[in-house]
Structure formats: C-alpha cells, structure tokens
C-alpha cells in the first residue's frame, strides 16, 4: 500500500514538473518574441529616423549642377548648414535648391544682410522669391553674372520660366519690386537678349536633371 501511495506521488509530482517546465518555456519563447518585436519596431523607427536626416533639406544633385555652372562658392558643409539654417517643414526640392545657390553664391558672412532666409522659414514664398533677385553684394553690385544668378534662383523657386512678364507675378501680392526690375533693365541695357536666354537656359537644364534626380531617388 506504501507502494503504490509512494508511486502515486512520485508520478504526479514529475508531471507537475514537466508541466512546469513546459510553461516557463512558453513564457520564454513569448518573452523573446515580444522582445524580439521591440527591437524591431526600433530598428524600424532608426531607419525612419535616418532616412528623415538623410533627405530633409539637402541639396539635389541638379541643384550642385546649377552652384558649379555658375561658378559660386563651393561650402563643404552646405547641407549640414541647410539642416541647421531652414526651420520650414514644408519645402518642396526646387525651393531648397534654389536656397542653397543663393547661399553658396552670397556665402556664410553675408546671410545676415539678406531677408530670404526669414522669407523661408516665414513661409512668405513670393517675397523670398522677389528677395533672390534684388540682394547687392556691394563687390559685385554691378556683376552681370551675379545679377543673373539671382533670377535664375527666383526661377528655381517658383519653378518657372523666365520672361518679360515673370516680376508681374508679385503685383499680384503687393509686393515692392523695384529693385528686382532695376536689375533686370540692367541684364538689358548691359547685357543682351542672350543673357535673358542664359537664365532660361540654365533653369531649363536644372529642371530636367531634377526630374532625372528624382526619379532616381
């Protein structure tokens, strides 16, 4: 009788065992699944995060096209200093081009002296616009290139061609132009019809490389 009281307990005491075990490594498998799903989804949001840093408010391969083909300054950091500059979510690619030639052709020392960058980041598209094209550089205040420059920006900003018409568009916003259409009688009286095709030209390419940029993106 002893026996098989001794076997009842020794059996329902290696099930109880068994079953035990058999839980822990349940919880085990559950435990390293979730885990395992943390440190997915944080990969993930790495990723997401990363890939946020590395396209947000960088200079396109179209828009370095338009800085070497118009001989301006070359900044290492320019995307860096575009993150820390451009406080404006809301950007479209043409119009971050289009600052980061502004900035490499009037460099680091002289954004102060211009109001585009508060244009920017005020969300004032059509005065930042008007802004590219009258900024003075004192040196080159009367420097065909650089004048030139300043339309070719405006152009890229608004993502539009250039003609006898393109400053009109701010009458529309009661903006003051003057300065912008004093250079512009400028690019005529010293320059010639083929400077005005020049800034169509160069707007023209960057438009198609752009595409070419983001289709490959």
């Known amino acids: 009788m002893n026996n098989v009281k001794f076997f009842k307990y020794l059996y329902i005491g290696m099930f109880s065992i068994f079953f035990i075990k058999c839980n ?5 498998g559950m435990l390293s699944i979730d885990n395992s799903s943390t440190i997915i989804m944080n990969s993930s949001a790495m990723e997401e995060k990363d890939e946020k840093i590395d396209t947000s408010y960088r200079v396109s391969d179209a828009g370095k096209w338009v800085i070497n083909e118009l001989n301006h300054n070359k900044i290492a950091t320019l995307d860096e200093d575009l993150l820390t500059l451009i406080e404006n979510d809301n950007l479209n690619q043409n119009e971050i081009d289009a600052f980061a030639c502004f900035y490499s052709r009037i460099g680091k020392k002289l954004l102060s002296k211009s109001d585009v960058l508060e244009h920017i980041n005020n969300g004032s ?4 616009a008007e802004a590219f094209t009258h900024f003075r550089n004192k040196k ?8 030139k420059s300043g339309f070719i920006e405006m152009c890229m900003f608004l993502n539009t061609r250039f003609d006898a018409d393109s400053l009109e568009i701010f009458k529309k916003y009661n903006i003051d132009y003057k300065i912008a ?5 400028y690019i005529k009286n010293k320059g010639s019809e083929k400077d005005i095709k020049d800034i169509n030209e160069v707007y023209q390419k ?3 490389k752009l595409v070419d940029f983001n289709n490959n993106k």
Not at 181 to 185: A, F, G, K, Q, S
């Open 24 to 28: 822990l490594k349940d919880k085990k």
């Open 125 to 128: 598209k059509y005065l930042c």
């Open 181 to 185: 259409n004093e250079n512009l009688e």
């Open 140 to 147: 080159k205040s009367r420097d065909l290139g650089f004048i």
């Open 206 to 208: 960057y438009v198609i």
